[in-house]
């Protein structure tokens, strides 16, 4: 089971990236997967997450009316669209999916990285001013 995280890149602050995250070892498509983030010397940090059928988002409030999170489930691929890039979105970006089949949970779980069972290696982003 693999998740591989691509699209991070040098952007000038106001600038966009879209984040991929490839599948495959297994079908994703009835996991919750999400994106977390983790800036230099601090905690890994909710981002972003979707439900296995694709109607249900949550954002951080951070993030909110900039990120944009989606999936193709045929593909087995999840993106995280980001506009309006700011300096402190600066970090390492991780995909994430949880292992069951279809579930949902209540909403605050879906923030937690304990919810999450697979993760990708990482994808950098980097936000200059």
């Known amino acids: 089971v693999q998740l591989q995280a691509s699209g991070g890149g040098l952007v000038q602050a106001g600038g966009s990236l879209r984040l991929s995250c490839a599948a495959s070892?297994?079908?994703?498509?009835?996991?919750?997967m999400g994106w977390f983030r983790q800036a230099p010397g601090k905690e890994r940090e909710f981002a972003a997450a979707?439900?296995?059928?694709?109607?249900?988002?949550y954002y951080a409030d951070s993030v909110k009316g900039r990120f944009t999170i989606s999936r193709d489930n045929v593909n087995n691929t999840l993106y995280l669209q980001m506009n309006s890039l700011k300096p402190e979105d600066t970090a390492v970006y991780y995909c994430?999916?949880?292992?069951?089949?279809?579930?949902?949970?209540?909403?605050?779980?879906?923030?937690?990285?304990?919810?999450?069972?697979?993760w990708g290696q990482g994808t950098l982003v980097t936000v200059s001013s």
């Open positions: 979707v439900g296995w059928s694709g109607t249900s988002t």
């Open positions: 994430a999916a949880d292992r069951n089949n279809g579930r949902t949970y209540l909403e605050g779980a879906y923030y937690r990285t304990g919810t999450y069972h697979y």
């Open positions: 070892g297994r079908t994703f498509s009835r996991s919750v």
